[in-house]
């Protein structure tokens, strides 16, 4: 069974601090792709060296068992390489013992606690032999011979000094030795004593000169990459540790978990500026559509039904018009509803509907991700009515959303307190349940909403993947059988159904109820789809038949308007768009790209992910993996010897090219 099972949770966001309770829809796309990787400590932010896995969940990545021979030339004791194998066993043994040296690979906090162990102030001792004087203007009086020779004696004169943490000597006695013979060994060298001292830009010069004559110079790749992240260049530092790790065949799991904290470094980084600069608007109709849902419909408030004599310059007016729009469930809808709540609070004159107001205007800030609005209306809405637990409901899915457990919990006690036959209660309490993983108590909510209200499908739907999560396959299977009887005409239970027989690989089951649940949206909701079944349908088609180009089409009947804007369109596509800012099938799209080796194209898919997300969270996961696709091509345009070896690691999986 796969652990990435689609859960119809909130409008597929992640499953973390950015979940939300009350979401009736498909597993969330970022948790759909991250999962599996983060349970198995798999490197799916390098792309570089992959292997495809395709599950019930999609396509996600991880690293592959290839081995690659690797150059980690020039220790800074650099031992004698014509030593014998016994001889340079034993003197490494002795280096280690008696000079510890700051790992390059670790976090800066980390070399820094090092280098505090080891930097206890000495009195220099003087490590010249004899030498000549030596300088650019004496070294080419010296033939080439003795050039060679004093190189190599001043190196070993700077290993002792910097064995007693003479670093000053040591990068004194480095530099002659360098004007000797330039060698990147002695430039790696002397970047380890100003990494030792601090000196973050003199490390990048040094161990750029040595990259520079040795391109796969590992020791110095992965210094320069701890300098620039104390220089807080975490773009040139992952690049740095991105090509270390392929160089090195992924065999050292210290430098991996070096480029997964880079990576979330540049994301987290790059997020924080994009939230910013990020105008506060609706995620895509398919997820506000998915949330509203959530909830079981109710007739309007008594005073703001059509036939009501209500001015639209009024308070009660505007309040009427935004139920109309959110009732045509489109974008344009949305977007009125949004613009008509706020209008009618500012108005006024609301009367016993204020607390309905506050409660739908908080539903549209929640949405356009203000929180901390949202949350005081939704404050002022329980003030105002008590017995509106809609608005308790709410404001828990915000709690959770937020990482505040213990108040989701409160909010739904509060809930209870007022109104403890409101199956809507039982229902999201269940899936706060869910997402913690306390799968047999979901159950029992999820059966307490059936018991109250058996017509609202969402708790079926539930019910059924609760018990798929809890291994009882048979009966998960007998629900849905029973749901798909009982709601014979909504397509939701075709999809959901759909997604546990692909997790079981029945490829042909599953495509027959995606196809169901496809045409039943066109019938019923031709102006509002839900365009989840196309997706889920596009990958069953990849993963049975590595059908790429027909599940290319399928997800571009979504994303049209944006696929026709990219270099592989093809001008026959003249669908209609559905859903063009649906995140999950633009990042879906970027999955099917990439094992075709369309790194550049997936890389906009995942850039555009990452514009449509609405939380931090979300927009740090998906510049991640836009920031992991950039480095690879980064890796191949400034080391191109590594291209060969990245397909070599990945192709024979359909890797990345």
Not at 8 to 14: H, K, L, M, V
Not at 55 to 59: D, E, F, K, N, P
Not at 277 to 284: E, V, Y
């Given at each position: 069974m796969?652990?990435?099972?689609?859960?119809?949770?909130?409008?597929?966001?992640?499953l973390d601090t950015s979940s939300l309770s009350s979401q009736p829809s498909s597993l969330p796309l970022w948790d759909r792709l991250s999962t599996w990787a983060s349970e198995n400590k798999a490197i799916v932010y390098t792309i570089a060296g992959v292997a495809v896995v395709v599950?019930?969940?999609?396509?996600i990545y991880y690293r592959s068992d290839s081995r690659t021979g690797s150059r980690d030339s020039g220790t800074e004791a650099d031992l004698n390489k014509r030593a014998s194998k016994k001889e340079r066993r034993k003197a490494k043994k002795?280096?280690?013992?008696?000079?510890?040296?700051?790992?390059?690979?670790?976090?800066?906090?980390?070399?820094?606690?090092?280098?505090?162990?080891?930097?206890?102030?000495?009195?220099?001792?003087?490590?010249?032999d004899d030498f000549p004087k030596i300088d650019s203007s004496t070294v080419e009086s010296f033939s080439e011979q003795e050039r060679k020779e004093y190189a190599t004696k001043l190196k070993i004169a700077g290993n002792k000094a910097y064995g007693d943490k003479s670093y000053n000597e040591a990068i004194d006695l480095y530099g002659k030795a360098i004007l000797c013979k330039p060698d990147p060994v002695f430039y790696s060298n002397r970047s380890a004593c100003y990494n030792a001292l601090g000196d973050w830009d003199k490390v990048v010069e040094d161990t750029s000169a040595a990259i520079a004559l040795d391109s796969e110079y590992v020791k110095a790749l992965n210094r320069r990459a701890n300098a620039y992240e104390h220089l807080e260049k975490f773009s040139e530092a992952l690049l740095d540790a991105t090509a270390s790790c392929i160089i090195d065949g992924f065999r050292n799991e210290q430098s991996v978990q070096g480029v997964e904290r880079l990576l979330k470094k540049v994301?987290?980084?790059?997020?924080?500026?994009?939230?910013?600069?990020?105008?506060?608007?609706?995620?895509?109709p398919t997820f506000v559509t998915n949330y509203l849902q959530s909830f079981r419909p109710r007739p309007r408030p008594e005073g703001l039904e059509d036939t009501a004599d209500l001015s639209e310059d009024s308070g009660k007016g505007q309040l009427r018009a935004g139920l109309a729009a959110m009732e045509k469930r489109t974008g344009e809808g949305y977007d009125a509803a949004s613009v008509a709540f706020d209008k009618a609070l500012e108005l006024r004159d609301l009367g016993d509907h204020e607390a309905f107001a506050y409660n739908m205007r908080g539903t549209f800030r929640y949405l356009r991700g203000e929180n901390a609005d949202a949350l005081r209306d939704?404050?002022?809405?329980?003030?105002?009515?008590?017995?509106?637990?809609?608005?308790?409901i709410k404001r828990a899915s915000m709690h959770l959303e937020l990482g505040n457990r213990e108040g989701a919990a409160e909010d739904f006690e509060n809930a209870m307190e007022h109104k403890q036959d409101d199956p809507d209660i039982f229902y999201h309490r269940a899936q706060l349940h869910f997402i913690l993983g306390e799968f047999t108590e979901a159950a029992k909510d999820y059966q307490k909403s059936?018991?109250?209200d058996p017509d609202f499908i969402f708790s079926h739907i539930q019910l059924g993947v609760t018990q798929y999560k809890m291994g009882s396959m048979a009966s998960?299977?007998?629900t849905f059988r029973r749901t798909m009887k009982k709601f014979d005409k909504v397509p939701d239970v075709y999809n959901y159904y759909g997604e546990l027989l692909l997790d079981q690989q029945k490829y042909s089951e599953a495509i027959e109820k995606f196809e169901t649940a496809i045409e039943m949206e066109k019938q019923t909701k031709p102006l509002g789809m839900n365009v989840l079944p196309l997706v889920n349908k596009a990958l069953a088609l990849f993963q049975w038949k590595q059908d790429f180009q027909e599940a290319e089409k399928l997800l571009q009947k979504a994303l049209i308007s944006m696929y026709l804007s990219l270099p592989h369109a093809s001008a026959s596509l003249t669908c209609l768009a559905v859903d063009p800012e649906c995140d999950i099938a633009v990042a879906t799209m970027a999955q099917l790209l990439l094992p075709q080796g369309k790194v550049t194209e997936a890389l906009k898919y995942f850039e555009r992910a990452a514009e449509l997300s609405r939380t931090e969270g979300e927009i740090v996961n998906a510049l991640s993996y836009s920031e992991a696709t950039r480095t690879q091509l980064e890796v191949q345009e400034k080391y191109p010897q590594l291209a060969s070896r990245l397909q070599g690691m990945g192709g024979q999986f359909g890797g990345m090219r």
């Open positions: 796969s652990a990435n099972l689609h859960i119809p949770s909130a409008g597929n966001t992640a599950t019930g969940a999609g396509i002795d280096k280690e013992k008696d000079q510890p040296q700051p790992d390059p690979r670790a976090a800066p906090e980390q070399a820094e606690q090092q280098e505090a162990k080891r930097n206890v102030p000495t009195v220099e001792p003087d490590h010249s994301a987290e980084a790059k997020g924080k500026a994009m939230l910013n600069g990020k105008a506060k608007r609706l995620p895509s939704l404050d002022k809405s329980v003030e105002l009515q008590p017995s509106l637990t809609q608005s308790y059936i018991d109250l998960s299977m007998a």
